[in-house]
């Protein structure tokens, strides 16, 4: 470990254990481009495929007139308290949910302008590489996931990617881009495989649990000799210096707490080896919400995403779906399977919000899913019931279906229905133009912690496509942008 120099905050966090526990915002030593302090905040992603029933995911129109409408509450934003839906939220938002209201956001009209087109870029990275020459992507950031890993944790935690699909290799949402524009995706690991990295074998242990942790509570003491290298700078303030002092007491505080932790720290049940079989699916999923869990109290992680994509493992006689979720968004009179499909993918949501919510968060005595942000998405978006299905009707993700969990430690306000849908019409799909979803994707990264200057390129704002691949569904000018550096309205508290 280097010893820090008297030259500020930047220095100090050459050390490990600063950079496992940084310091805070100290204005009279700072340098531009240093990492974020030490978060709490947890980042949990839920993806499904193939599109959903606008009339199966969003409140009925006829709840919401009785409402009195969707009112205004911010430019380009409508409102309507999650609370004041008679009965369910929608039918796939079903009771189920009505414990966690007041920790949801559900969003209306949000549209994906990269097209989508089943990418799985197009979830955290903002970009459907798909037909995208790699000149395009040179240069481009790394999903939003390992901004975060990186920005905000200093490195110190990875996501990790957890999947149920039919697949040989379990698919993700997390990706980076190399210097000439070839894209990555990351492996996502089945329930079996997950277990075996986590707490397989070696970490299975109680005693080797014990000594993983205290191992962080050891980097807590180790940190603190720098704190007071740091506090004799003579061009620290009285302010900065009484913000360090109290920094530093909340350093002995999380030392008590990680002892505690100790105890606490239990692997979930072995699952099964997932055999990728139509009976296996259940257990599978059940057995992610486990491993999320314990990943998340064990501090192993602060990052999960999930992909959760049967497809072809749902049959007709155990889930009620024909001919699998894929073969049957491509047809118009399957929308009882589609219903189905997605009605199993909401059950394994609402469990995993449940026991966010009925679990302590070691760091701060809050519910978990209270530090965290859950951002369940979809690849597509809306389809219209009743309808002829042309070719590329789940091909765009236009009103895509989007629920925000959790306030991610009081960043954000909970409790309603946001609608973003503009003043424009389009020609067919959905009728709103609304608001470009990779506003959303900076809205999680601001509320995470990051700054724009974390995943901006060259200067210029935004992040990920904003052009626009089809100029009829999404004229320029008329999908809503605004503020490229600042959280969708509505959403901070």
Known sequence: MKTPMQRGRRQFLLGSAG?????????????????????????????????????????????????????????????????????????????????????????RHIDKLDGANHAPTSSLLGWSFRGTARSELRGLPPSIDKLMAAKVF?????????????????????????????????????????????????????????KRLRHKQALVDRVLPHYRQVAS????????????????????????????????????????????????????????????????????????NLYLDPDGLFTSALHGVENGHHAASHDPGAAPSIFKALRWSTRILSSLLLRLDAEQDGNTGKSMLDTSLVFFNNEIGNQQSGIRLTPDINHHGLDVQVLLAGSCDGVLRTGDLLDFATKYLRPRYTPHIGTAYNRLLVSCMLAMGLRPEDWEQNGQPGYGDLRGVDRVLSPPGRTEIGDLRAMLPGLRA
């Not at 099964?272 to 057995?287: K, L, N, Q, Y």
């Open 19 to 107: 950079a496992a526990l940084a310091i805070p915002g100290l204005p009279s030593l700072a340098l531009s481009g240093e990492p974020a302090p030490l978060s709490v905040r947890k980042f949990i992603t839920f993806r499904v495929t193939n599109g959903y029933y606008g009339s199966f995911w969003y409140p009925p129109e006829s709840a919401i007139a009785k409402m009195g409408g969707l009112l205004p509450f911010a430019p380009n934003v409508r409102r309507l308290p999650l609370s004041e839906i008679p009965g369910p939220i929608s039918p796939l938002l079903d009771t189920s949910f009505d414990p966690l209201r007041k920790k949801l956001t559900l969003l």
């Open 154 to 210: 200093g490195g110190a935690v990875s996501p990790l990617n957890l999947a149920v699909a039919n697949e040989t290799t379990g698919p993700s949402v997390s990706a980076s881009v190399s210097d000439v524009g070839e894209v990555f995706i990351d492996a996502g690991l089945y329930p079996h495989q997950a277990f075996e990295k986590l707490f397989g074998a070696r970490l299975a242990s109680p005693l080797e649990v014990q």
């Open 233 to 304: 700078n003579p061009r620290l303030s009285s302010a900065d210096r009484s913000n360090l002092e109290r920094h530093v007491e909340h350093i002995r505080d999380l030392q008590m707490r990680l002892s505690r932790q100790i105890g606490e720290c239990t692997p979930p049940t072995a699952p099964e080896v997932f055999g990728r079989t139509p009976e296996s699916i259940d257990a599978a999923a059940a057995a992610l919400v486990d491993i999320t869990i314990a990943a998340l109290r064990c501090g192993l992680t602060n990052i999960v």
